[in-house]
């Protein structure tokens, strides 16, 4: 990864630092797009010192705002000459709806339609990169739930676990319609589910979703365990021009039924054009 550049969202914390901080042993260039700067600066500066790697940068962008996320990608654009890999790690959960500055529902708009956004955004920056790569970081909640693509900001009988495995659907059928949009061009996407990771993740959530989050605390991995397949997915030569695909431990495996849905995924990617207002050009 000596000279790959690697864009990393979510890298202030949990899967996301563990992913940038191996990344930056390996030898990339890093771009750590964070909400807070003042803690991407500070877990800059350590990995900087784990790693001996003195090539990161951080990047202020809030994924809850289709400005901030405009504006983080034209500087991105203006600033470097090539990206390699762009890892979507960023993820959010949220106890009760919250509405994100442009008026959608947190967890959608910050788990889907930020990703949908800055990919977008940034997609001719990855093809002129030549061999790049998407990551899209999912999960295995996204077999819990259907997808209403004319109901994604709903209020009424709001449940955020619903809502969450509901934008992790949402990832793999961004993903699978990615891949076949960019068939042809030397850029793959692939997407992940990093397993029950030990994370500060669900400290939003109450009651019974807590309840059902604290019984899987058994079942829960380290955090490094977690990012190794965003790593291989990011740097192993043994997935280069792999596409449209769901990994699971480094391994190829089955996506619930529904994310292969064809007419879901383009009626999803349509909403998403729509919703974000950026017609993409893949």
């Known amino acids: 990864m000596k000279d790959r550049s690697v864009l990393l969202t979510g890298a202030n914390?949990?899967?996301g630092r563990a992913t940038a901080e191996a990344l930056a042993k390996k030898g990339a260039s890093l771009i750590l797009a964070c909400r807070d700067t003042a803690k991407g600066e500070a877990v800059r500066k350590e990995i900087m010192a784990s790693s001996g790697n003195g090539r990161i940068d951080v990047v202020k962008v809030d994924l809850a705002s289709f400005a901030s996320i405009r504006e983080f990608a034209a500087e991105v654009n203006r600033t470097y000459d090539k990206l390699?890999?762009?890892i979507n790690n960023?993820?959010?959960m949220m106890n009760e709806w919250t509405p994100t500055a442009d008026g959608l529902d947190t967890i959608m708009g910050v788990n889907h339609f930020g990703t949908f956004l800055l990919t977008g955004l940034?997609?001719?920056?990855l093809k002129a990169s030549g061999r790049s790569r998407i990551v899209t970081v999912s999960s295995m909640a996204h077999k819990m739930y259907?997808?209403?693509?004319d109901d994604l900001h709903k209020k009424h009988k709001y449940m955020p676990s619903r809502a969450y495995g509901q934008s992790k659907l949402a990832n793999i059928?961004?993903?699978?319609?990615?891949?076949?949009r960019l068939s042809g061009s030397s850029v793959t996407a692939n997407c992940l589910h990093p397993g029950i990771v030990k994370t500060s993740f669900a400290k939003?959530?109450?009651g019974l979703e807590m309840l059902s989050f604290a019984a899987l605390k058994p079942f829960m991995i380290p955090v490094e365990k977690g990012a190794a397949t965003s790593v291989f997915l990011a740097s192993s030569p043994k997935v280069e021009g792999v596409s449209g695909q769901y990994f699971i431990r480094c391994k190829e495996a089955r996506s619930s039924k529904l994310s292969h849905d064809l007419q879901l995924a383009r009626k999803l990617w349509e909403e998403s054009e729509r919703v974000t207002g950026f017609k993409s050009a893949l």
């Open 13 to 15: 914390s949990g899967i």
């Open 84 to 86: 390699d890999v762009l």
């Open 90 to 92: 960023a993820g959010i």
């Open 122 to 125: 940034l997609a001719d920056l």
């Open 146 to 149: 259907k997808l209403d693509v």
């Open 173 to 180: 059928l961004f993903t699978y319609e990615l891949a076949r």
């Open 204 to 206: 939003r959530l109450t």
